[in-house]
Nanobody, 125 residues
Framework: EAHLAESGGGLVQAGGSLRLSCVAS????????IGWFRQAPGKEREGVSC????????YYEDSVKGRFTIDRDNAKNTVYLQMNNLKPEDTAVYYC??????????????????WGKGTLVTVSS
């Protein structure tokens, strides 16, 4: 059974950093692109970043570009999202998801096969 588990969320002050991890099991990790999504209170879930399965190409949504970095370690079946210079508007539940897509644009929900349950990131001002 496919499974994704996020960790690393928490409470941080504005300007701080967090590193989210997404550990996968139950499917061929290296053959799936991975997306990070977030859902802020009262808002729809949005894709913020993704990384290819093959060449490691990445995409970042404009609001996180230059502050967030996505990378993957196929040997550990893990994708990371390093988040620096966090802002209160980054407060959300962050989800990772796996699918067969190319990281040329924002990840979309309908491109995903598997989802994690999310980890909460709260940024205080």
């Amino acid at each position: 059974e496919a499974h994704l588990a996020e960790s690393g969320g928490g409470l941080v002050q504005a300007g701080g950093s967090l590193r989210l991890s997404c550990v996968a099991s139950g499917f061929t990790f290296e053959k799936r692109a991975i997306g990070w999504f977030r859902q802020a209170p009262g808002k729809e879930r949005e894709g913020v970043s993704c990384i290819n399965d093959s060449d490691g190409s990445t995409y970042y949504e404009d609001s996180v570009k230059g502050r967030f970095t996505i990378d993957r370690d196929n040997a550990k079946n893990t994708v990371y999202l390093q988040m620096n210079n966090l802002k209160p508007e980054d407060t959300a539940v962050y989800y990772c998801a796996a699918g067969r897509f190319t990281a040329l644009g924002p990840p979309t929900e309908d491109g995903m096969d598997y989802w994690g349950k999310g980890t909460l990131v709260t940024v205080s001002s």
